[in-house]
């Protein structure tokens, strides 16, 4: 089977560049691929970093509950326990209102 040559025209300076990921005169990526490849690694990166960040820098019922002092941790229990009855309060409800709503 022939090998056909494709010809990229560089968004940057004009020029068609043949069979190249890299434009052959100003140097810009210009394969379609490896800027997909590239943006997908990023996006992956950035997930990364952003679980990172959260396990690095916890919330502050969270830092409170792994206080050495036990007035601090008491008070961190409290706060997440609070945090918890308003999410399970909002849980509940959404799911009354969906189920008045459905009929």
Known sequence: ???TSSH???????VFSS???HCE???VLI???KKVTLKREAQVQKRIDKAKYELEHPNLAE???EHPF???????WILYSAFLVVSALGAFL??????????
């Open 1 to 3: 089977m022939p090998k």
């Open 8 to 14: 990229i025209k560089c968004s940057e300076c004009g």
């Open 19 to 21: 069979n190249s990921d």
């Open 25 to 27: 005169s100003c140097g």
């Open 31 to 33: 394969s379609y691929q």
């Open 63 to 65: 830092r409170l509950k």
């Open 70 to 76: 036990f007035l601090y941790k008491v008070i961190g």
């Open 94 to 103: 959404a799911w009354f209102f969906a189920m008045v709503a459905a009929g």
